[in-house]
């Protein structure tokens, strides 16, 4: 009786034990599924007709090009988002659970592009990808119909067909074969070129910025300083690799602007940290308080110094990681704590940067420069 009256009551414990969190298991599932769909529903509204959806671990891609296209790009959105997370917890950074897929739209064609970004009142023209943390959406074409390589792939039509024909002779001219082979092989070595560096700037650019608004590094509602946000996303645009694209790996991209901006426009040339004066007389880089101070100074894309003060805020950003590692957590971390819906000002800004950093002066500005010239090393070989 004893023996019976044991398993009776642990049947009664395990019972009672399982049941409520295979309970609380389901409802989560539920709650996982739903989130889901209503995810599927939402990309599949704000595409393209013909589009279906493709989920990864991460995130979620409603798409209308060739299965290899979209593989190449969700490889890049999977690396990019385990190097954004891998940089936070080098850098000790909280980040917020990221419960459902982020969602990304992949159109073939510009066209398509267009349309949302229309609807998304992103002005696209020159554009190949965006993110709007207004609605969380990263949205991309395929980088091979972008305009920028529209010439050289009527190229490599054009050679298509003239091999096509000279294939279907009776006689065919080896030599000719061969002479168009090669001008084909080269044209096609210069766009995959071109479309890499699109893809760095602009997929792995854009998707970082979307994991790093939803992971909580930068604060959704409130003001982010523009140098941090177009600064830390450059950090990612290096190569993926099978570990993720690598923030600690320096962009050569970047720094080739950087150099050029200050050697005079040839990047290869010596460079000197007293150039930072001629650069500032440009006009190609601003003072660095006014880089700090200005949020919104990267709101302007048709600004023709645009890319070198995308170097600039990514050479300030990998000095102050490399160099002064807690006192940018500290940073970053500041930034996180602002309330939705500050909207620090100019001067405000300075002095948040200015009370973790110390003063914006000379001093300060040589460290930078000499840093990024001396410490880094340039390789144009990786530029392609």
Known sequence: MRGRLDWMILIAVIVSGVSPAVGQDTEAQANANSARESARHELLSAGHAGMVIRETEHFIVAYNTERKVLKSLTSRLEATYRSVHRFCQFNDLAVEHISEPLQILFFETVEQYGVYAKTASFPYQGSSGFYSHSNNIAAFHNIINSPALRQINQQIEQLDDQLSTLRGRRQPNPAKIKELTLRRRRLFNIRDRHAERMNRTTVQHEAAHQVLFNLGIHRSGAQNP???????????????????????????????????????????????????????????????????????????????????????????????????????????????????????????????????????????????????????????????
Not at 263 to 276: A, H, Q, S, T
Not at 309 to 329: D, H, I, K, N, P
Not at 340 to 366: H, K, M, T, Y
């Open 226 to 384: 523009g140098w941090l946000v177009e600064g830390l996303a450059c950090l990612f645009e290096t190569p993926p690799s099978p570990s993720g694209s690598g923030a600690g790996t320096t962009n050569q991209m970047r720094l080739s602007d950087f150099r050029s901006c200050l050697g005079g426009g040839d990047p290869k040339e010596r460079v000197r940290p007293d150039g930072l004066q001629a650069a500032y007389a440009s006009g190609k880089f601003i003072p660095l308080r006014d880089l700090i101070g200005n949020a919104r100074l990267f709101g302007d894309r048709a600004n023709g110094h645009i890319v070198y003060r995308y170097a600039q805020a990514w050479s300030l950003v990998c000095f102050l990681q490399r160099t002064e590692r807690e006192r940018f957590g500290e940073y970053l971390q500041l930034i996180q704590g602002r309330n939705v819906g500050q909207q620090p000002s100019f001067d405000e800004e300075l002095a948040d940067f200015q009370g973790v950093f110390g003063p914006i002066n000379e001093g300060f500005e040589r460290r930078w420069v000499t840093f990024i010239v001396e410490r880094l090393r340039f390789k144009p070989s990786e530029l392609g």
